[in-house]
């Protein structure tokens, strides 16, 4: 059972365009989603995080919102640059849960010139 | 200087066999983590330690057993390694508090077993 759903699998974008990744997570539990962002032989190192209690944080470029009735949430990333092509994954995990992450399945973006 | 260590990079062993991965972290943290990312990419927690002691295990098989000897190393012990196990392994960690903080990551060994 896939406790967090990550869409689209893969995403190109032009350059200067708005990329746009969404999550729905099931277990009303989780209160602390992070977005990880991995590149090639690398490990997946945190972009953003949100909880609960606000609807969106904004990060430079990168921006989370948050629907807690629809338990869903998404990134933006604004004027995507090639720079951004990299494998994006949201999670999700619980207070008092150890910092389990569960982590969505991941999105391959690219960002064309 | 690297946060989250892992050796070795790369690892190809043959079905059978027994391997280990070391991990160690510098950030003062009190929880380490290992996940386990599958060639979809899809990644899954396996073990999580908060100083020494086992507070997270998933659904592993117990040929995978992880050994903190303190709280800035832990490492994983794989026995009569299957083809399977192939996968790139990460070792995470983060201070363990009620509120969730960041996780930081090793940058994985890929293990390929043959």
């Known amino acids: 059972q896939q406790q967090v759903k990550q869409s689209p699998q893969s995403l190109i974008v032009q350059k200067g365009g708005i990329s746009i990744i969404n999550c729905a997570y099931e277990?009303?539990?989780?209160?602390?989603f992070p977005w990880y962002q991995q590149f090639p032989g690398k490990g997946p190192a945190l972009l953003i995080a949100?909880?609960?209690?606000?609807s969106e944080k904004k990060e430079g470029r990168f921006t989370i919102s948050f629907n807690k009735s629809a338990k869903q949430f998404s990134l933006h990333i604004m004027d995507s640059q090639p720079g951004d092509s990299a494998t994006y994954f949201c999670?999700?995990?619980?207070?008092?849960?150890?910092?389990?992450?569960?982590f969505g399945t991941g999105t391959q973006l690219k960002v064309e010139l | 200087d690297t946060a989250v260590s892992q050796t070795p990079k790369y690892l190809v062993t043959q079905m059978g066999n027994d391997k280990s991965i070391k991990c160690e972290q510098n950030?003062?943290?009190?929880?380490m983590y290992w996940y386990k990312q599958d060639s979809k990419k899809f990644l899954k927690i396996m073990f999580s330690?908060?100083?020494?002691?086992?507070?997270i295990n998933e659904t592993v098989p117990n040929r995978f057993s992880p050994k903190s000897p303190d709280k800035a190393h832990l490492n994983l012990h794989i026995n009569s390694l299957e083809l399977g196990d192939s996968a790139v392994y990460f070792c995470?960690?983060?201070?363990?508090?009620?509120?969730?903080?960041?996780?930081?990551f090793g940058q994985g060994t890929r293990l390929t077993v043959v």
């Open positions: 277990n009303t539990a989780f209160d602390y």
């Open positions: 330690y908060n100083n020494k002691e086992l507070i």
């Open positions: 995470a960690s983060s201070h363990h508090d009620q509120m969730n903080t960041e996780a930081f």
């Open positions: 949100i909880r609960p209690d606000v």
């Open positions: 999670a999700a995990s619980p207070t008092g849960g150890g910092n389990k992450l569960t």
């Open positions: 950030l003062g943290h009190d929880t």
